[in-house]
């Protein structure tokens, strides 16, 4: 049974690792809400499925579902997915899951509070109290300990290096939905202490129209340590263009926490996209759910990926730029195989392959 644990991650010598570094594998929710997933999810269903099995060629994959779910979830998965009963409201692991630490004593992990992206007053969808208890299930499957964090925060707010740099947005982590009681200051903290990190690098705004109010995780992610992805737009009408260049000029005179500068990759974004209106009719609709509406811009990025032991799984989203994505991705990871996804399914909910995923990183060997 995994024990939760009063002390800080940064107090015990744990630290989050990057997401290149090695992993024991990777969990992942399946989709069902048909408030916002269209036709009742299928579509999605099966753009999940086949994320989980590119994954599964480069590392073990966990799904969770729920009971109604179970067996045609299991149907749709390859053998080798392990697929685990978890109640969930939705099906975003990367932001109600667990932020995975390791240290000397092993693998922990970090459960923040969860308002489903900003819920001053009834979150964003409603309801989301099964995802809150979502991250402490995974750790109690994993049999690893929990440090309960005192912050809002999903796990799409944040990229990390794994040597001591946190990435984040003020459009997401200083939204008064957020931590409307605490300083910029003590948000840094908090971070630094339960990722076992020394800085944060703090971006402006994240995609534009990225209903999650600006995640990390669509917008930037490091490559490797002292190298950061950055999704990016030449066209000067399109709002995505100046905040690109804000990012990249706070990158560009930034040093990380080991006093490195860091070299900015730019990846084309796709698009612009929007949602249509035959798919927008496809979702229920629901007063406690953001409506979908057609002609409404899509926050779509190659940023999005997820990226395992031995392969990158990037979503295919844009056949006009698809190729150019991939081959950027191919040259920033030559050691591993660039995969792509038909993703504008996971999209149209909200994300990305990023957000739907969440790595457990492997168990450092003992010293
Ligand atoms: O992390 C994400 N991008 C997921 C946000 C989805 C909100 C629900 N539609």
Known sequence: ??????????????????????????????????????????????????????????????????????????????????????????????DHGPTFVIGAGGRRGVDWHFNAWGGTDGGLYFPWDRDERVAAKVLEIEGDDRYRAPIVLEGGAIHVDGEGTVLTTEECLLNPNRNPDLSKE?????????????????????????????????????????????????????????????????????????????????????????????????VDTGEDTQPRRAGDRLAASYVNFYLGNSGIVMPLLDPRHDEEAAAILRRTFPDREVVGVPAREILLGGGNIHCITQQVPAVPAPD
């Open 186 to 282: 003590q948000i840094e903290r908090v971070l630094l202490e339960y990722l076992g990190a020394e800085k944060v690098l703090w971006l402006g705004a994240g995609v534009f129209e990225d209903e999650t109010d600006g995640h990390v995780d669509n917008l930037a992610c490091f490559a490797a340590p002292g190298k950061v992805l950055l999704t990016w737009s030449d066209d000067e009408d399109d709002p995505q263009h100046a905040i690109s260049h804000d990012a990249r000029e706070r990158l560009e005179a930034a040093t990380d926490a080991r006093g490195r500068s860091l070299e900015v990759v730019f990846l084309p974004s796709p698009g612009p996209l929007h949602i249509s209106a035959e798919e927008a009719e496809g």
């Open 1 to 94: 049974m995994g024990l939760t644990l009063k002390s800080t991650p940064a107090e015990d010598g744990f630290r989050m690792p990057a997401e290149f570094e090695p992993h024991a594998g990777c969990w992942m929710a399946w989709p069902e809400r048909p408030d916002n997933w269209r036709l009742g999810a299928k579509p999605a269903q099966e753009a999940y499925a086949a994320v989980a099995a590119a994954i599964a060629e480069s590392e073990p994959v966990t799904m969770a579902v729920s009971d109604a779910q179970f067996e045609n979830c299991r149907a749709l998965l390859p053998a080798e997915v392990r697929v685990v009963e978890i109640s969930s409201d939705d099906a975003w692991i990367r």
